[in-house]
């Protein structure tokens, strides 16, 4: 059944955190949602050879608190059986969204004809999603970005395709693939987007506050606001955006959460680095952050970097800064 929301959420526009490698993890989803604000939550890319090769219970990547019903699980492939299996897969664990990553510019993945990749290769990306749709029977969506520059006359097709083939959603980063994150994402590509794919599209890219994010809805008529770096750097953003009176979040607290969330949900040997990712991230915004970050980089345990996130929020407690940092480019 064509959903007429993102996800098929009822809410007009949905706003949604963005998958991301290392950081879209229970732990950090969970502090979301105490934030609130947030509607709809990605995993992080799930690998779907490692999915179909590696014993479910055992995998870091499908940790989920019970409370997260819905959570949208990204998958990453080139290969269309795969890509079937891992979705079918998903959905024998209950899993009732499932989105295909065709966005993703990391090398790595591209020299495997993975995420963006597919953008280049039309017939393979019609054969995932095929297999995908076929396997799967839950809410199918799918995240790109405006492909390659060179194969710019086949965008308009290739969003035609994810329509045609049963995508219900549409998640687009407006930015080229050689563009990484260089330059400002391209909004004015949303609308258009939409008009190709036939289906709900939600925006994405450089929401970094309150105010982008309503300026996105209003310049591209977007169905839905999917943010990521912001999120990271300003974990309390989803609650600013619908709830302009909230107070500013603490970011002493958010890691004293933090901490606490990552034993709760992640084992042991993942804490310390998930700890060293969102830092790097929540540490732009903050006066001084690159010394809280240096200071949580260098540490050897958990215990060690707590330590010295303690120290440096007690020598230096307006670190807080309410202005919106540039993110840094990865
Ligand atoms: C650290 C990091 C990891 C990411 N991992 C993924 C991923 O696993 N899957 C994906 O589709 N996009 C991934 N992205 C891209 C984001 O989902 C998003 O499209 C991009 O960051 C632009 O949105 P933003 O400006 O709100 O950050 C990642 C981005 C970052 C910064």
Redesign the pocket.
């Known amino acids: 059944m064509p959903a007429t929301t993102p996800f098929g959420h009822p809410d007009d526009c949905p706003l949604v955190l963005?998958?991301?490698?290392?950081?879209?993890h229970a732990a950090f989803r969970m502090m979301l949602r105490r934030f609130g604000g947030c509607d709809v939550f990605?995993?992080?890319?799930l690998s779907a050879g490692r999915l179909v090769r590696e014993p479910a219970h055992r995998s870091v990547f499908l940790i989920q608190d019970p409370a997260e019903a819905g959570l949208v699980h990204?998958i990453?492939g080139g290969d269309p059986e795969l890509m079937g299996r891992a979705a079918a897969l998903l959905e024998s664990r209950g899993v009732a969204r499932v989105?295909l990553?065709?966005?993703?510019a990391?090398p790595r993945l591209i020299a495997k004809g993975q995420?963006v990749a597919l953008m280049r290769d039309p017939d393979r990306a019609r054969a995932v999603v095929t297999a995908v749709r076929r396997s799967f029977g839950g809410h199918l969506s799918a995240?790109i970005?405006l492909g390659w520059a060179e194969h710019a006359a086949g965008l308009p097709d290739f969003c035609r395709m994810l329509g045609a083939e049963g995508v219900q959603t549409v998640?687009v980063?407006p930015?080229w693939q050689h563009e990484k994150?260089k330059g400002r994402?391209r909004w004015d590509y949303i609308a258009r987007v939409s008009q190709w794919a036939g289906v709900p599209v939600v925006g994405?890219?450089?929401?970094?506050t309150a105010g982008d994010a309503h300026r996105l809805r209003a310049e591209t008529g977007c169905d839905g606001i999917?943010?990521?770096?912001?999120?990271?750097m300003r974990p309390g953003l989803f609650r600013e955006i619908v709830d302009p009176a909230a107070p500013p979040a603490d970011p002493a607290a958010i890691l004293a959460e933090f901490i606490a969330l990552l034993e709760r949900y992640l084992p042991a040997e993942r804490r310390l680095s998930r700890l060293k990712?969102f830092t790097h991230?929540l540490a732009q915004p903050l006066a001084f952050g690159h010394s809280l970050r240096t200071r949580v980089q260098s540490a050897d345990s958990l215990a060690e970097a707590r330590d010295r996130i303690t120290a440096f929020f007690a020598a230096c407690p307006t670190g807080a800064s309410g202005g919106a940092a540039t993110?840094d480019r990865?």
Do not use: Y
Not at 18 to 24: D, N, R, T, W
Not at 204 to 208: A, K, Q, S, Y
């Open positions: 963005a998958p991301m490698a290392e950081l879209s990605f995993t992080e890319m990204q990453v989105d990553n065709m966005g993703c990391a995420g995240k970005r998640t980063h930015r994150f994402a994405n890219g450089d929401v970094l999917m943010i990521g770096r912001g999120a990271a990712i991230w993110p990865i």
